[in-house]
Nanobody
Framework: QVQLAESGGGLVQAGGSLRLSCAAS?????MGWFRQAPGKEREFVAS????????TYADSVKGRFTISRDNAKNAVYLQMNNLKPEDTAIYFC?????????????????WGQGTQVTVSS
């Protein structure tokens, strides 16, 4: 059982930046970030494999967000630049038992509680 805890959310103006962190209680493999806005389904944001050799992003965040990880700290990060009001959502980190890039929520085994990101226009 792996427990995940996100931090780093907050209120920021459009064009600003935030860095989200996710601390895991143990060893993790494939990791991902998802987000869910009010009244919408949870959507994929980014994923990274254990070696950090490969990453993948949703088209809506490509070029603005960067996912990274530090296995020594059992942590994964999401650097978010040039934020837009449409990025407003609760952001969740997720861990999979597979060391793979996974974009579907159902493929992940563990989830954090989420952290709120609000971008004002």
């Amino acid at each position: 059982q792996v427990q995940l805890a996100e931090s780093g959310g907050g209120l920021v103006q459009a064009g600003g930046s935030l860095r989200l962190s996710c601390a895991a209680s143990g060893r993790t493999y494939g990791m991902g970030w998802f987000r869910q806005a009010p009244g919408k389904e949870r959507e994929f944001v980014a994923s990274i494999n254990r070696s950090s050799a490969i990453t993948t992003y949703a088209d809506s965040v490509k070029g603005r967000f960067t996912i990274s990880r530090d296995n020594a700290k059992n942590a994964v990060y999401l650097q978010m630049n040039n934020l837009k009001p449409e990025d407003t959502a609760i952001y969740f980190c997720a861990a999979a038992a597979l060391d793979a890039l996974l974009s579907r929520p159902s493929r992940y085994d563990y989830w954090g509680q989420g952290t709120q990101v609000t971008v004002s226009s």
